[in-house]
């Protein structure tokens, strides 16, 4: 689906909300699962650098909020992906967003070129790019983390 079909659609499911659950199938959910994918990924960016100022994609933005609407709570533990398996780790967690790094293997992190350190939390829909150092930190649904940076709770 091209960015246009997205905010598209992602607008149709904002105006109705209010009927947005854990149940609904459909346009809606792909549209939303598309963009979420898209802005781990890099490929979309909630807010972009535009001349002197910054852009908002309100669409992306209400595509992280439906995403609320769609997911239920779950328990989850630091290494996995909203599964409630018996996994060490920090947590649990009761949230509707999984752990982005919960199913990588070695590879995984090796093809994505960054690094995290125990206690790096990342959500699914949060893009790290390469060469990026991941301290003791969070980063949020939504977020770009450019190249080089290091993301650190003291910082």
Sequence with gaps: MSN???EAAIE????????????TRGEAREAVESTLEALDKGALRVAEKQGAGWHVNQWAKK???????????????AGERGMNSPAPGVGPFFDKVPNKFGDWTTTDYQNAGFRSVPGAIVRHGA????????????V????????????????
């Design 12 to 23: 149709a499911a904002w105006e109705i909300r209010d009927q947005i659950t854990p149940a």
């Design 127 to 138: 893009h790290i790019a390469k060469s990026v150092v991941l301290m003791p930190s969070f």
């Design 63 to 77: 595509a992280v909020l439906l995403g609320f609407r769609l997911n239920d709570n779950v328990i989850m533990r």
């Design 140 to 155: 949020n649904i939504g977020a770009y983390v450019g190249e080089g940076t290091m993301v650190d709770t003291w910082a």
């Design 4 to 6: 246009a079909a997205l």
